[in-house]
């Protein structure tokens, strides 16, 4: 919504409990719109309370709509300055910490999960902030379509205790690590009048009145600010044609361990703007690794101050349709030892090279692969291994001749058609690998076109035999947990359908009928739907024990409530299957993190390497108190 540019599959009949209790945190200011100017003053020297945030964005912070279900100018960065947290994921250890829930219960007989509110939560202006509020705010979602949403039914227990009815069994573990970490939004004195609605329409077309007009509510700065629904450490006090301003809330239970007490967050709405903001010493803090195109113009008291995987990769996307060539295992792993993820990396200036093709980031290879990740095949991720790669060739019967790659019948391939979109992560990666490729052997044939366009071409049937290769992100953002990385239902994942960002409805239907009707590989894009692989992991054939699995099972077991020990134990069977076939081959890590003054302030020692929404380490140091400014 937000525009921001920036263990054995059984179900046992128990009760899962989970009590995590948070640590002491602790959340009116004055109300205005300030008038125009294009430069705000940087606060004083040392010993000052506030903080400058530079953050990328295209909305005029006039035109800030803080309507969270608005197609447009609802800024989501923003938000969560001004709005609780629910929970953040560490991202080192995947541990969840919950900011506004005290403990939650999952019962598998019955599908139900209790989650209870802790007691202290308030608005800004001063009236609590219960289980009610986040109920007429979840309620309000799921009525705007029924029959689609995972939930049966959502049930108020209490001032402190919302119980979700799922329709499916669910892994409350996924479903937590997703949904604990977002925002609390304006509760029942905001939303309340238009869930009534809701529960008044009897039919979809009611409904889908309802939910345009709600997408159309345009909330102003002004009328926020005198709502006083906020919900976080920090209030909106003031706002200019180039930044918002919020001050630290006295009524916070955090407040008095915040060391900040004006934020101001200057708005960069283009890449001139976000880098006179650093090259003039306009900033103090800023989400992700410092941009490497301002090193050396910025002042180098400007650093990078942690850094950490972002739960995404940027992969080079295959159809195994069109070219037989790409349905050989051998060619697509050749493939891989000749690209070189190092100089992605570095030109992409975020990234972090591949040190295993796991299908996962970094992170994640720790914490559920465990010494496994030490036996997996090596494709020498941070070389061109050209040797390499013409051993694998020649396991299939190709070879390199004179600088090119060809057939077993001596013919050369058919070119490799690479489409990609203009867009810098996805038009650098694309743009690397396809070089690499050709200084190999490989025939590429290089585009670009408009994102829009891509997305089109990758997904639509009818344009399915246009592309062999595109580059597209490997991502698991939306759930925090691994098993997004090989996802039938999503590009993002081990695509098996027609799907994008989220799959057809159809789709499990779909697939269904082709596992019942004897398909082994997908008819939309030709990869496996049960792939046979070694049962020794690192082994480069299946001459000896092989074991046959099934993706959609799969993915679909450990959604619902299996145990921690079953859920590793698939993520880990994905990732062998991943490393052994190269269904996609990814070309550089994502990093995340944030930077800092380091001259003006006092920054924690830790490496604070989690996830949550929106490189979540600035929200976490500054609303927990980690940074205050140097004492003189």
Known sequence: MGTDTSSDGSSPDLTVSRRKFLTALGVGGTVGLAGCSMVDTPFGAGG???????MSISIPPTDINWNPFATEGFSENLANWVFEWGAVLFHENARLEPWAYADWEYDSASNVLAVTFREDLAQWTGDAYTARDRYTYQELVRLQSPESSQFERIELRDPTTIAYHFKDPTNPDIFTNYEFVRPLYQGRTRWQPWLERYQDATTDTERDAITKELTELSISNEEFMDAATGTGAYRLTEVSDVSATLQRWDGHRNADSIGIDTLRVQFAPSQARFGQLLTQDRADIGRGIFPVEYRGAAPTHLETLSEHPTLNNVKLLINWNNRPALRDVNVRRAMAATINTEPIAAAAGNGEPIPVHSGMDPSFNQTYLGPQRQQYIDYKPRAADHELAERFL?????????????????NELQPLRFVTDTDDQWFIAGKFVAAQLEQFGFPVEFRTVDRSTKLDIIYEHQRMDEWDLSTESHYAGSTLHPFSYFDYRTFWGWRLGPATFTADATL???????????????????????????????RLDRDGSTTTINIYELINEIRSPVSEERATDIVRQLSWAWNFLLPDIDTYVVLGGMWGDTNQYDWPQQSWQFTGANNASVYYTVKHGLVSPVEE
């Open 394 to 410: 020649e396991r299939s019967g190709y070879s390199r001749q004179h600088g090119t790659v060809v057939r077993p019948d001596g």
């Open 48 to 54: 000052r309370a506030g903080l400058d945030e530079a």
């Open 508 to 538: 499990n239907a779909t697939i269904e009928e082709w596992l019942d009707g004897g398909e082994t590989h997908s008819p939309y894009n030709g990869k496996p739907l049960r792939p046979e692989i070694p049962t020794t992991v690192g």
